[in-house]
């Protein structure tokens, strides 16, 4: 058996082959497993020695209990490529192992590092996403923001990330996404299911008086809710010193370095709110020049947060080729917020949640058509650009995410998102 430099007992690479042995592993460094054999104390150092990461991809067939505390990148983001789907089974439907995910996050909350639980994040993770962005700096043309909607959950989050990132990485596009908190979704449908029994008694099943008695009976607690999900979507940018910020400046100077990368955005629902955030403290700290695409679906942001934040911006040409994508009007009426109310969630958004009651959306269309926004084009599903059927699913809709992919690419993408894609 060979020693590597620091005289450590390396198990020779091999290849897989038909049988197998079987040892325990009873720890780990930055090269590999340390395992146990079960040959006696003559082998390896005293019955142990070090499994290489890239060996143990190669030849593992099958493993039982495998939990990584910290990031191994030469290794696990390759399983998903390799479609070795029996190594230790990385990929399932369940919410992905931080291991899966680290490069393409940060996770914010309250505006701050959320530096605890299974999706940490801190200013040492930033740095080593940054190193490695910087490693495979030529395997990427264009940096993606995204930012999910506000009514996901954490779990959620992370199974977008890990369900996108391979076509994205693949049409040489790095996706970085960002986890923002609420920690509201539970409270929003205690409200809607506690509301539910008694306006379902006073309306006595009738659609629209039943949605009205809704919005009225949800209106106190769901402003209250409302107001700590923007927050949530706004605070991480709210000043040059924040985490947020911070984040932002290490991937300007990064950009700056990695010459002829371009920069895109894109976020859902109330991540049109952090977005719009975001992209004024870019220009506002100048930390790019330009945003080369702006993509929002169904955006919860109002014409305000528009004219006020994202309006100036594409008209001084910083942020290009803005879009947002939107239900038709049919759409929004047969949408439903959890079986309960049945309008889409932005309907609940504008007539109980916000301050000032109906107000105006941009990402619905009555207001789209009441309020044109010259500088936007708009893309309303059913349509060769989008087809989801919900405001929930426009990341899961293949017609929209490839429209996206095609605007960041200027061609055709090779491979484009398909629905088993995003299904998470």
């Not at 954490?154 to 996404?177: C, D, Q, T, W």
């Not at 940018?237 to 920069?263: C, H, P, R, W, Y």
């Not at 895109?264 to 945003?291: C, M, P, W, Y």
């Not at 929002?296 to 994202?310: E, F, I, K, S, V």
């Amino acid at each position: 058996m060979k020693k590597n430099q620091a005289g450590e007992c390396v198990i020779p690479p091999g290849k897989k082959e038909v049988g197998g042995h079987a040892f325990a592993i009873v720890g780990y460094n930055e090269d590999g497993f340390w395992v146990q054999n079960s040959w006696g104390h003559e082998w390896g150092n005293n019955g142990i020695a070090l499994w290489l990461y890239e060996d143990w991809l190669a030849t593992v067939y099958d493993a039982w209990v495998v939990q990584i505390a910290l990031p191994t990148p030469q290794i696990f983001d390759q399983l998903r490529r390799s479609g070795n789907s029996s190594s230790a089974n990385i990929a399932t439907k369940s919410a992905p192992g931080r291991n899966e995910i680290w490069k393409h996050f940060v996770h914010l909350d309250d505006g701050r590092f959320h530096n605890h639980g299974k999706y940490w994040s801190n200013e040492e993770h930033v740095r080593a996403v940054i190193e490695h962005m910087r490693c495979i700096k030529d395997e990427f043309d264009h940096v993606l923001l995204y930012a999910h909607g506000g009514l996901n959950d954490i779990k959620a989050s992370a199974r977008r990330i890990a369900a996108m990132k391979g076509v994205f990485l693949e049409n040489r596009i790095y996706p970085f996404h960002f986890m923002y908190d609420t920690g509201l979704m539970e409270e929003m449908k205690d409200v809607l299911f506690g509301k539910f029994s008694r306006a379902d008694k006073i309306a006595g099943g009738i659609s629209d008086w039943f949605d009205r008695r809704i919005e009225n009976m949800a209106r106190f607690p769901g402003r209250a809710i409302w107001r700590e999900m923007k927050r949530g979507a706004t605070k991480p940018f709210e000043n040059k010193g924040s985490d947020g910020s911070k984040v932002l400046q290490q991937i300007g100077a990064t950009m700056a370095d990695l010459k002829g990368k371009s920069l895109h955005v894109a976020g859902h629902s109330t991540g049109a709110i952090l977005q719009a955030n975001l992209l004024q403290r870019l220009f506002e700290d100048k930390i790019v020049k330009t945003v080369s695409s702006c993509s929002l679906l169904a955006p919860a942001a109002t014409y305000d947060l528009y004219h006020n934040t994202l309006r100036p911006l594409i008209k001084d040409g910083k942020v290009q080729d803005a879009r947002v994508y939107n239900l038709s009007a049919a759409l929004e009426e047969d949408d439903n917020v959890a079986k309960i109310y049945q309008k889409s969630l932005l309907f609940l958004v504008s007539n109980a949640f916000e301050e000032v009651r109906g107000e105006a959306l941009i990402g619905m269309r009555a207001f789209n058509e009441k309020y044109p926004m010259s500088d936007v084009k708009i893309h309303y599903s059913p349509s060769a650009m989008t087809d989801s059927r919900s405001h929930g699913g426009f990341d899961n809709d293949p017609v929209t995410m490839n429209h996206i992919l095609r605007r960041i690419l200027g061609k055709a993408p090779r491979p484009g998102f398909s629905q088993g894609d995003l299904n998470y």
